[in-house]
Structures are given as structure tokens and as C-alpha cells.
């Protein structure tokens, strides 16, 4: 097996920014919340204060930050733009390069289930043929690779053409595997289209179209009370939001926290997915970085510089394709018996050269967090026979 092209970059937080923490969430201004019991004017205040007290006197990021470091991580610029990503080595004859790319509120961390069952499939009951050489970035502008001031205009396209520079310029692999999820999907379905040639295939959480984001303000009424809220103020005014989410952890905390509590299949208890170190440890990978602002403003410059095809060849994702749905995600009136057939008769479907589609009965939004055996299962029969 070759060398690693790079060395090292453990993560460390200065203390300063763990001091300057405590001090803001200790002089904490809460708001009134009469009537929110059963959340519907929003995030609890009761649960976030609950939340609040644990970050303020019982969570160690240290501990995390331990856990964090068990893997490799790396930090490079890549055309001008700083990339951290997180590497788990893999463990068999000849381990396939893969790259997952996460979305939002998500960090590199989510990935954590899957990468050691991915890169060591021996160690997990799985065949070390299977195995691969696992590369996990933040995303641009979310955590240990933001914020960007110098590169305002990123966005999903633009970022594929930057995981490209990483896989084959800086890493030197000829071929490698990508999947993704959320916004990472986009990200992952435009390698496929701009680089089938150089992939072995794609896995991804989702099957939109890569033109999502192009007239997405004309579709703002159309998306449901459950992403409405989060589009538009993501879309249309990122910055004005950044501004209180920059300053307040537990603001930063709330905004981000809604999401955890709705897009995953919880039952109605967060904890049962997230745990309370779970949700801090996530929330504190965008407040130490001071990166929420940029990770936000990614939808809107996904609006902003449209997607634009690179070839008009049809599927327009010509790379194999795997797609896992889950049953928390079906759309209005599927069920989930019908979700593959749903998706087969869409307009979606054309777009991709999809090889392997699955749907789960169980699992949220966060579906390598949430069902990582059943992600790492599927991902791996959509690469078997194709590496």
C-alpha cells in the first residue's frame, strides 16, 4: 500500500475559545416560552434550557475532541480553499478510495458509524474485499474547513469540483467512490454527472435533481411546514441570520437543534437518536469554528449560481447509482412499499443511472447516524462487482 500523501493535523481547541464559551452560555438572556409545551411555537424552552445547563456544567469536549482524534485528520488547501477532512484507513487486499460528503446541520461526525464498518468490513462481520479507504471532509465553510471570507460563493456544484482536485490531484487515486447525503448528495450526483469516468459509482440519501436549488424561490410555498422556515431564511437572508447565531451558543444551538428533533425518525425523543453529548458535540463542531454563518450561506449560493449541466447526455448522473430511502422521508401520501415505484415513475428518476434502490421502514434524515448498518449494507451492494 503506498504512503499517505499528507501528515497529520490532530484536532485541538484553544482554551480561550472554551473559556469565552462558558462566559456566554453563564450570562445567557432567556426568552419568554408560555404556551410552547408541545413545541409549536418552535424549539422548548424547557428541554433547550435543560440542554443549555448540561453544556454549561457537564459536557467535555475534551473527551469528544479524544474520540474525535481516534481517527486521522488532515487540513489542505485545495484551489484556495481550506478542506479538513477526517480519514479512517481501510483494511483489506486492495481498499477502494471513497469520499462522503454530509450536508446540514450536519458535521463530518455524523459519518462516524460507517467509517469503521467501511474501512475495516472484516472487523465488523463483512468481507475484507469489500473494504475502503475512507475520506471524510467538512464541507466548505462547516467546521475544521471554515468559515471561508475569502471564498463567498461556494456552493454544491462548485465544491465537487473541489473533492475531485482532493481525490485525484492532492490524494493521487485514479478512481475512487463517493456518496453523500442532504446537500452531500447534490454534491455526490455531480461527480457522477461532471466525472463519471473517474468514479467507481455513487451512493446517496436522496434522489433530487441537480438543478434543486435553480428556481427555488418560486418553489419557497411548496416544500411543508417541516423545511419551509428552514429554506427560506437559508435561502433568502443567511446573513442577518448568522448575526444572532454567530454570537449566542444557545441561539446557535435552537436553530440547529430543530432540525435534529424533526427531520430524524425519534418517536418523539430526540435523546433516542441524539444523545445529549451527540447534539453538543455536533453543535459545538460549528460554534468553535465560528463557521454556522458560511455553512448556512451554502443554500442560498446554491440559488444564487445556478447548476448547469456539463453534458446533455441522458441519465445526467451516468455513474452507477445507489439511492436509500427511508419511510420517515416519504413524500405525502406514499407509502413505503410504494416509495422505489414512487420514485421509478418521477421525473427524478431519468436523471440517474440508479443500480440499486432501497427504502427502510425505520431511519431519518441522518441515515448513516441514524441506521448505520442498514447505510453500510446498502452502500456496499452498490459498489459490489464494480470496483
Not at 146 to 155: A, T, V
Amino acid at each position: 500500500m503506498r504512503p499517505f500523501p499528507l501528515t497529520p493535523a490532530p484536532i485541538h481547541v484553544p482554551e480561550e475559545v472554551l473559556d469565552d464559551l462558558r462566559r456566554r452560555l453563564d450570562l445567557t438572556r432567556w426568552p419568554d416560552d408560555v404556551g410552547n409545551d408541545d413545541w409549536s411555537y418552535g424549539v422548548n424552552r424547557a428541554y433547550l434550557q435543560e440542554l443549555v445547563e448540561y453544556w454549561r456544567t457537564g459536557y467535555d469536549w475534551r473527551r469528544a475532541e479524544a474520540a474525535i482524534n481516534a481517527y486521522e485528520h488532515y487540513r489542505v488547501d485545495v484551489d484556495g480553499v481550506p478542506v479538513h477532512f477526517m480519514r479512517k484507513p481501510g483494511t483489506g487486499p486492495d481498499p477502494t478510495p471513497l469520499i462522503l460528503t454530509h450536508g446540514w446541520p450536519w458535521t463530518f461526525w455524523h459519518w462516524s458509524r460507517v467509517a469503521g464498518p467501511l474501512a475495516d468490513p472484516g472487523a465488523h462481520g463483512g468481507d475484507p474485499a469489500e473494504a475502503f479507504d475512507v475520506i471524510i471532509p467538512s464541507f466548505p465553510g462547516f467546521g475544521f474547513s471554515g468559515p471561508l471570507p475569502r471564498h463567498p460563493d461556494l456552493n454544491f456544484w462548485k465544491v465537487a469540483d473541489l473533492w475531485h482536485t482532493l481525490m485525484t490531484g492532492v490524494l493521487g487515486y485514479e478512481k475512487y467512490a463517493a456518496a453523500g447525503c442532504d446537500v452531500g448528495a447534490l454534491v455526490t450526483g455531480q461527480l457522477g454527472h461532471k466525472y463519471a469516468a473517474e468514479l467507481h459509482g455513487i451512493h446517496i440519501g436522496s434522489g433530487l435533481t441537480l438543478d434543486f436549488f435553480n428556481d427555488f424561490r418560486a418553489r419557497l410555498a411548496t416544500v411543508g411546514d417541516k423545511f419551509a422556515v428552514h429554506f427560506a431564511a437559508h435561502v433568502l437572508d443567511p446573513s442577518t441570520l448568522s448575526y444572532g447565531l454567530s454570537d449566542s451558543p444557545p441561539g446557535m444551538l435552537a436553530w440547529i437543534l430543530e432540525r435534529w428533533v424533526n427531520w430524524s425518525d425519534n418517536g418523539g425523543d430526540v435523546e433516542s437518536v441524539f444523545g445529549k453529548d451527540d447534539l453538543l458535540t455536533h453543535a459545538m463542531i460549528f460554534w468553535v469554528t465560528n463557521s454556522i454563518g458560511t455553512s448556512i450561506r451554502t443554500y442560498a449560493n446554491n440559488n444564487r449560481y445556478p447548476w448547469t449541466p456539463s453534458h446533455d447526455r441522458w441519465p445526467v448522473v451516468e455513474t452507477p447509482t445507489g439511492i436509500t430511502f427511508v419511510a420517515y422521508e416519504n413524500p405525502p401520501g406514499v407509502r413505503t412499499e410504494d416509495r422505489v415505484r414512487h420514485f421509478l415513475e418521477s421525473d427524478r428518476a431519468a436523471w440517474y443511472n440508479h443500480v440499486n434502490l432501497t427504502v427502510h421502514d425505520t431511519g431519518g434524515h441522518f441515515i448513516p447516524w441514524e441506521i448505520p448498518d442498514r447505510w453500510v449494507e446498502d452502500l456496499r451492494r452498490t459498489f459490489r462487482g464494480r470496483r
